[in-house]
């Protein structure tokens, strides 16, 4: 199913993906891209995020890092300018049980209603042309980081927070939420180095 036009709410897009077919027992990063579109950064970036923060499936190892390198993938696209985003079929073809999915998606409706609450169209000048290449250059480092990230405790969901805050920001054009997002990201590369430390 391809989504008919952007979402611009976390509720509005836990219903697109919720919407997806339900006869397959287990759901591709293609079949989530389809669901939200293969054009729209900020919903990529939020299912992402959300992915990686989900009990069930942000749990399981590798999932974080296979997350990272869709938002590597799809940042450096639009840090090069294309409008809609090429990725590899190995990357495409991965995915998680229908089970565990519904089971997150389930979890995330509560705090998506709360967090829509919460949003509005704020400093509108970050969702520019230079405020999103920032916002995919921020990802981009993030991403590149995810893999070592997933061996210090907790810093892989400082990830997933930064990427959801910048799919948020994005979507509902909430300049404040990708400040926060900035802000989230710095501490996370703070936290490491002073785990490695």
Known sequence: MSSDRDASSLTELLDTLDQMEDEKIRVSVEDILDAVGRRSFGPMLLVAGLIVLAPVVGDIPGVPTLMAALVLL????????????WLPGWLLNRSVSRKGFDKALKWMRKPGRWVDGLMGVRLTWMNGYLGQRATALACVLIAL???????????????????????LGLVAKDGLVLALGFMITAATFAAVLIYLV
């Not at 799809?74 to 985003?85: D, E, P, V």
């Open 74 to 85: 799809t940042s450096s696209q639009l840090l090069l300018g294309r409008k809609a985003f």
């Open 145 to 167: 980081a995810v893999p070592p990230m997933e061996f210090v405790p907790f810093t892989a969901n400082g990830a997933g927070l930064a990427f959801t805050l910048f799919g």
